[in-house]
């Protein structure tokens, strides 16, 4: 991968402010990313082909700047950070595949998903090298402790999953079990993305602390507004609305709040009866009406707002746990993805 | 789980002999498995109910047992030898869950699989979790030498799987590549399983790697063993033939050779070429008379027989590793071991 594909990977974004105190760290984990599908040895490429296509995808990579931001903040940081930052971003990825293939998605971000192109089969087993790769790259950091944490992060994260799969078509979702949901799904690895910077930057306890609340708040934030723009969004055929997450029977905080307002009956009840229904009656049609009548009525409640007001709280309080730390560029830069995250409109 | 469902697991078995010296600490184990289904605190159960089932299946717990025996063999094993045959159990449940999931298998020892009982998606994410929690364990030890080689076996078990799905009813697979295949897919985790112990019993350098070259000439000879298993079993229905591997075009020791003395043009190139020619045309309908064919060949071609040599030529250097070693109970049962495992019929 040459350096003007690295700069495509990162460029034309509102993100330029942040990667800048950390470019050729950057750079470093963008190549060993790449530098993974050239690895494995005797077979004749169809697997490195395969590893090549779901590692070069470009994202923002959010997760390692962290990393890497919170590492550099500090008098002392260890080049490490860099092999830390391309674990979180190789974990984020191994997820993505994983979800994909749950999920059964045909494209993310424009292109075709492992699943789509290769079989389920093959993309349950690249998410795996992925998974175990990214151990691999923790290891290379030489910190029990940030393998125990990263360890505990992939179980964080199938559960995550997991329950959301579960409780699918579910009424009995909380407010606490939300949080619990977005905490393990999203916040466990931004906050072990800030931690791990912070730990392998020699930062003094408490400052880790700061770091991992950091990471933690703006990981709550940055689901819920992921919800809340679910909500939000409209697909333009039919001028119908979009709700994807109310149709595949994921309830998020808007709806969470809406079923605490109004315990004993309301919209989000009778479309999940009326899925249940259907389900039960043979093969599955939805019944449009039902769905379309739960989502007016979360979006007329105020409670997208009030979803939306939550997590403008948590960015408040990821910026407040930086203030006690040193000034400097990296915190400036954490800073502004605070305020990009409270911003996001996509 | 109780005394009596711990004992059930590992007794009725030729095996019990390798347990003796070993059998408080292989409860340990089995308690541990047990405990994991019981953690993911805020969920009401259906997780916890998925996890039970699919750690609570019945094994023979070789891994482990190799493991706490490579351990204990020294003058100073260390309690966190628990953890690691723990994490090597957990490790080959996590596999055995994706790899069912991946070939869709309804049924393992009698058990509905989870990918049948639950659809593929929750197998998916519950073998993540087994992976993630394997690793957890393996950090119990502290030792960054383990959880690396850990890691490195994940990737290795995900690449063997890997690449048998991409190599299937391709006819280019060498004696070399096979070999890759079955180390990656089997002698891997059979060699951190004893490797580990070493380490955690504090073995010389020289030890450790007697140790870790018995995991892995027995898990090679293991797999080569299964591997003639498969040609030698018949299915009962029909009196026909069973050869599942070569049915699903995975070419193993046996036709490897076959193709090795034959390259220009044999049974199993025309069985492969008639698979692809059925698929190629539309619904697959398997030329049975060409797959019988290629089995016939390879039945007749004596390479049964010297596959299963090769394999007791590994049994004996798996066993010739340990003679260096003290005469202790615990290698009395690692040789045993390797004697059962060349006796194999099962």
């Known amino acids: 991968m040459t350096g003007s594909n690295v700069q495509q990977m990162t460029s034309a974004s509102p993100y330029e402010e942040i990667y800048d105190p950390i470019r050729p760290e950057l750079q470093a984990v963008i190549l060993n990313l790449a530098s993974l599908a050239q690895e494995q040895g005797s077979h004749e490429g169809a697997m490195a082909e395969r590893l090549e296509h779901v590692l070069s995808a470009p994202g923002k990579r959010l997760r390692p700047a962290i990393t890497l931001l919170a590492s550099r903040l500090w008098r002392n940081p260890s080049e490490l950070d ?6 979180v971003e190789l974990l984020h990825i191994a997820t993505l595949i994983h979800d994909d293939t749950v999920d059964a998605a045909d ?9 789509n192109l290769w079989g389920r089969n093959v993309a349950v087993l690249l998410g795996d090298y992925v998974f175990a790769a990214a151990a691999r ?5 030489n910190s029990v402790r940030l393998v125990r944490r990263f360890s505990e992060t992939i179980m964080e994260l199938a559960r995550g999953e997991l ?4 409780d699918g078509q579910d009424s009995h979702v909380t407010r606490e079990s939300y949080y619990q949901r977005i905490y393990d799904k999203t916040a466990s690895l931004f906050m072990t993305a800030s931690e791990s910077g912070a730990v392998l930057g020699s930062a003094h306890e ?3 602390q700061l770091l991992r609340n950091y990471g933690y708040k703006l990981g709550m934030a940055y689901q819920v507004l992921d919800d809340v723009l679910d909500y939000n969004s409209t697909s333009e055929e039919l001028g119908k609305p979009a709700g994807n997450d109310l149709k595949e029977g994921v309830l998020t905080l808007p709806a969470v709040m809406l079923i605490e307002a109004e315990p004993e009956s ?6 999940f009866k009326a ?3 259907s389900r039960d009656d043979g093969p599955v049609e939805i019944d449009m009406d039902a769905l379309v009548t739960a989502l007016k009525a979360v979006r007329a409640s105020g409670f997208i707002d009030e979803s939306r007001e939550v997590a403008l709280g948590w960015i408040d309080e990821a910026r407040e746990s930086l203030s006690g730390l040193p000034q400097t560029e990296e915190r400036a830069a954490l800073e502004k993805l605070a305020d990009l995250t409270g911003a996001r409109r996509s």
């Open 266 to 271: 309301n919209a989000v009840f009778d479309w």
């Open 137 to 141: 790259f923790v290891c290379d950091t």
């Open 163 to 166: 329950n959301e799969l579960l």
């Open 275 to 277: 899925a249940r229904n």
């Open 82 to 87: 860099v092999m830390m930052g391309t674990a």
């Open 107 to 115: 494209t993310r971000r424009g292109r075709e998903t492992a699943s």
């Open 206 to 208: 408490s400052e880790i």
